[in-house]
């Protein structure tokens, strides 16, 4: 018997608290070192400034939030924010953000971002995905080594 797959909705105003409070705390701590305020605040600031906003529910658990904003011809940022329920469903999770990266590379020739240099999780995640890490450098607001990111069409 094949397990239940994750679901895919568009992500909406009324999430945003719950995808604040659970969080898991390395993705807030890269958020709020990058933008120098608060996950709350950046959250804000993510579905009227992306492409596409969708978030991953599992068994009624959100899961993950992600989405793509464009930032230069052919240039899409990705970002996604997972939250504590990730590690119980980890691949629900995998299946289902494939699709959603293979998604955004039809409206970008390119997808490119960085990753905290600690946050293995999402380290291993995107190296699953298949994108190409580049060697950490200061960036951010706090100027922590991040690691850099692209996977091309």
């Known amino acids: 018997m094949e397990k239940p797959k994750a679901s895919?909705?568009?992500?909406?105003?009324?999430d945003l608290w719950g995808l604040c409070r659970l969080a898991r705390p390395a993705?807030?701590?890269e958020i709020e070192s990058v933008a120098g305020f608060s996950l709350e605040t950046a959250v804000g600031l993510l579905i009227p400034h992306s492409c596409k906003s969708q978030k991953i529910v599992h068994?009624?658990?959100l899961l993950?939030?992600?989405g793509d904003a464009q930032h230069l011809d052919g240039l899409g940022v990705p970002w996604l924010i997972s939250t504590i329920h990730v590690e119980r469903y980890p691949r629900e999770f995998l299946r289902a953000t494939k699709p959603l990266v293979d998604e955004m590379l039809g409206?970008?020739?390119r997808l490119q971002n960085y990753v905290?240099?600690?946050n293995t999780a999402a380290i291993r995640w995107l190296r699953w995905l298949g994108f190409e890490l580049g060697t950490a450098v200061p960036?951010?607001?706090?100027g922590k080594p991040f690691i850099p990111f692209k996977l091309e069409r």
């Open 27 to 29: 993705d807030r701590e």
């Open 116 to 118: 905290d240099a600690s």
């Open 64 to 66: 993950a939030a992600v």
């Open 59 to 61: 068994n009624g658990l």
């Open 8 to 14: 895919v909705y568009p992500l909406v105003a009324e």
């Open 107 to 109: 409206r970008h020739q």
């Open 139 to 142: 960036y951010g607001h706090q």
